[in-house]
């Protein structure tokens, strides 16, 4: 499906609307100079437009599959996560000591906007990655972080997060994966997941997963769970990967929409694994990997929003049909009032969204940079309006798209049922929106207003 990238929609929102320049007045960030900003925004949305945009309808076409155990993933998703990682895009924001680009969360929150619209079941991959290792730079020891995070930057290896059981979705405290020590230094982990978005891949050497399980003397609850990074293959003395661990993908589920991301059941019998924080202090670790994952699903939602648009307009311009209400005007159904009204509807939706999305993005920078308490209240607060906003946003205009290309837009010959299928999840998945609103009221809104 064509894609353009809105650069310069990026460029006017971090000059003008969230305080990009402020964040680049930082000693932290003072390599995020214009003229930077400018070339990487160009170039990430080169590789959207060209390279991405075309996997996005065969990814929908041919969906990931298991075969003989083995995830083989869409045609041309393997090149095209190539092409992510050998452009940095994975490492942006992440730490330059092992290999990233230690970049504002601004520009990467825009690239992820263009990469996932472009083809978000495979920006799944990346993201995913992204949460892992800023979730492994907070908690993880030292000896991991040298051996786990230059490899998960540079995309050699991928990374993903295993939360939820049959049993316990939103209620993660009901789960019942275990983990013992072996004496080592290392855990036997064991226990079911599932939902495991890319849970596995036929593209990067390793699949590096964190999971949550709770140890003998771990209480009931959400207090006794602890987070451990369970590797598919056991790196060796060299840091290659070594022998498989014990854990394999049970099957892959059927869904509605991103059929190309390959949603895993993971089954993990005494796999080799490493705690990641304290002990019991797993809910603590993983929360950082979800908040970075809260605001790129908001932004995934976003992104959808967008690529539905642009669909939706170009149909506009070209579809003719009845006589045109309007005196000189182009003889499509853009003519109609009610085709602008939605039209101008969804692209006032998506300018809010998303700069919601970067403003979020811009107070975790403000915050990383300054090590104010307030700016993270307020990126903490932004949260989940981005996650929930983002998401009802992409929803919305979506569903709107069909509308616009009329009969058509229920037709799959056009490309357009597919955003709205791939977006739906985006309001379930990182904690629902009635999640997002508890933890705005409950928790975010009890500051008595000041963030």
């Known amino acids: 499906m064509p894609y353009t ?18 964040v680049a007045g930082t000693e932290r960030f003072a390599e995020a100079t214009p003229d930077m900003v400018s070339a990487i925004l160009t170039e990430a949305g080169r590789l959207a437009d060209e390279v991405l945009a075309p996997l996005n309808r065969g990814g929908d076409l041919h969906p990931a599959h298991l075969e003989n155990g083995v995830v083989r993933t869409s045609p041309g998703f393997a090149d095209g996560y190539r092409a ?35 083809c978000l079941s495979l920006q799944l991959n990346p993201l995913m990655t992204q949460g892992q290792i800023e979730a492994l730079e907070h908690h993880a020891s030292d000896d991991l972080k040298a051996l786990y ?3 998960l930057t540079s995309g050699e290896w991928c990374g993903t997060m295993n939360l939820t059981e049959p049993q316990a979705g939103s209620d993660v405290g009901a789960l019942r994966a275990k983990a013992e020590e072996n004496g080592d230094g290392t855990y036997a982990v064991s ?8 849970g596995d891949n036929d593209f990067t050497e390793n699949v590096c997963h964190l999971v949550l399980a709770r140890l003998p003397d ?29 854990l394999k993908v049970v099957s892959l589920e059927h869904k509605m929409g991103l059929h190309g991301s390959p949603t895993a059941v993971m089954q993990y019998d005494g ?22 994952a809260r605001l790129g699903v908001g932004v995934q939602g976003l992104c959808q929003a967008e690529a539905a648009y642009q669909q939706a307009l170009d149909y506009a311009l070209e ?23 939605m039209l101008s509807e969804m692209k006032a939706e998506i300018f809010a969204a998303r700069a919601i999305a970067l403003a979020n993005a811009a107070a975790i920078d403000m915050a990383s940079a300054t090590g104010d308490a307030a700016w993270d209240a307020r990126a903490a607060l932004l949260t989940p309006v981005t996650k929930a906003y983002g998401t009802e946003t992409g929803i919305k205009v979506a569903q709107m798209g069909i509308q616009v290309h009329g009969g058509m837009g229920f037709i799959e010959e056009t490309g357009a049922a597919q955003y709205l299928r791939d977006v739906r999840v985006t309001a379930i998945y990182e904690g629902t929106n009635g999640i997002q609103a508890m933890d705005l009221v409950a928790r975010k809104m009890m500051d008595g207003g000041a963030a």
């Open 5 to 22: 990238a809105p650069v310069s929609e990026f460029t006017f929102l971090m000059e003008h609307v969230v305080g990009l320049p402020r």
């Open 84 to 118: 992510i990682a050998e452009g940095g895009y994975i490492g942006m924001s992440a730490d330059p000591d092992y290999g990233g680009l230690g970049l504002p969360m601004v520009l990467t929150t825009a690239v992820n906007e263009m990469i996932g619209s472009a």
């Open 149 to 151: 995070l230059p490899r």
């Open 191 to 198: 226990g079911q997941k599932i939902y495991i978005s890319w």
């Open 218 to 246: 771990g209480v009931p609850g959400t207090k006794g769970i602890s987070l451990f990074l369970v590797p598919k293959y056991i790196p060796d003395a060299d840091g290659k990967p070594g022998k498989a661990n014990d």
């Open 271 to 292: 796999a080799t694994g490493w705690l990641v924080g304290k002990p019991h202090g797993g809910m603590a670790a993983m929360f950082t990997m979800m908040n970075n």
């Open 319 to 341: 579809r003719k049909q009845g006589r045109s209400p309007v005196e000189g005007g182009t003889g499509t159904i853009l003519d109609h009032a009610d085709v602008r009204r």
